[in-house]
């Protein structure tokens, strides 16, 4: 258990739809990375938040924003969703977000597109 | 494009015996490697990791080998046991930047 928390495990909608992930870092944690992990592909970075801002920025599509909040939590919003944006989402904390610091992975939610 | 891949989507190996991973990248702008291990239904947990001004890195039965000139590294795990049966990533970070790229994953399973 890597103290990483994420809600729900499973989420199934249907295209057009709107859908909201979650994600609890470690305790002590102030950086959360949110990345996408589709069919037969490595994980995809899409974006970094520490301690409330935004700190990196990967391939994110514009249709999906994410925001951490002053308790640390994380929220990913995914809109207008495509089959293709079925995959496993993962977020990892980390504590200060720098320089080697090693990344800690939630169980990831898999959402399915219909 | 495809900045850091590993090529074997699979590797089977006895147990006892040594497991070599492999991953190659492009940039050159990249200066941190590290390796997660995945089980089914979890999250890629960290194993090691090495820094460019390294060629070698050890933890136990877990090698990491950096060849900055051919853009390679490799993962050794010797003796190999049957709880390493798992994905393995290869990740690679540039200057800190903290935006891994990670490859597409190699699935170790080791026979008794």
């Known amino acids: 258990d890597s103290g990483v928390t994420q809600t729900p495990k499973h989420l199934i909608t249907a295209t057009g739809q709107r859908v909201t992930l979650r994600c609890s870092p470690r305790s002590g944690d102030l950086s959360v990375y949110w990345y996408q992990q589709s069919l037969d592909q490595g994980l995809q970075f899409l974006i970094q938040?520490?301690?409330?801002?935004?700190?990196a920025k990967g391939n994110i599509l514009e249709r999906f924003s994410a925001q951490q909040f002053p308790d640390l939590h994380s929220e990913l919003n995914l809109s207008s969703l495509e089959l293709g944006d079925s995959a496993l989402y993962f977020c990892?904390?980390?504590?200060?977000?720098?320089?080697?610091?090693?990344?800690?992975f939630g169980p990831g939610t898999r959402l399915t597109v219909l | 494009d495809q900045q850091v891949k590993q090529n074997s989507p699979s590797l089977s190996v006895q147990e006892g015996r040594i497991s070599i991973l492999n991953c190659d990248y492009t940039?050159?702008?990249?200066?941190?490697f590290l390796w997660y291990k995945k089980y089914p239904a979890e999250g890629p947990t960290f194993l090691i990791s090495i820094s460019s001004i390294k060629d070698k890195n050890e933890d136990g039965r877990f090698t990491v080998f950096l060849n900055k000139s051919a853009k390679h590294l490799s993962l050794h795990i010797v003796p190999s046991q049957p709880g390493d049966s798992a994905v393995y990533f290869c990740a690679a970070d540039t200057q800190g930047a903290q935006k891994l790229v990670f490859g597409q994953g190699t699935r170790l399973t080791i026979n008794p």
């Open positions: 940039n050159s702008m990249f200066d941190y």
């Open positions: 990892a904390s980390s504590v200060t977000g720098g320089s080697t610091d090693t990344q800690y």
């Open positions: 938040y520490y301690n409330g801002e935004e700190r």
